[in-house]
């Protein structure tokens, strides 16, 4: 099977771009802080006892809890968590 010249510019182009054929992933230390796997990182969130739990709000007040978290030097996790307990307690 041959290939058409256009796809063998397409394959050369990625090798320009940097895109290659995946070899490379890990050069110079790119991924050495990421979880190898999600899996893996449910797993450890599971130990920790933490559970996913999604929400929609309004992009104001999103972007007021990311200010907090940025003023108070937390993430964002653990400063939603804290006003949801403080919402709580003043019932």
């Known amino acids: 099977m ?6 063998l510019e397409k394959i050369k182009g990625k090798k ?5 054929f995946g070899g ?3 050069r110079f230390g790119r991924g050495a802080g990421v979880p190898a796997d999600k ?3 449910r797993s450890r ?9 999604a929400v929609k709000l309004h992009g104001d ?15 964002l996790n653990e400063v939603a968590a804290d006003l949801i307990r403080k919402g709580l307690k003043a019932k």
């Open 2 to 7: 041959s290939m058409k010249k256009t796809d």
């Open 16 to 20: 320009v771009a940097g895109g290659g």
């Open 24 to 26: 490379a992933n890990d």
């Open 39 to 41: 899996r893996e990182q």
């Open 45 to 53: 969130d599971r130990e920790m006892g933490l559970v996913p739990f």
């Open 61 to 75: 007040l999103v972007k007021e809890i990311h200010a907090a978290a940025q003023a108070r030097g937390e993430g």
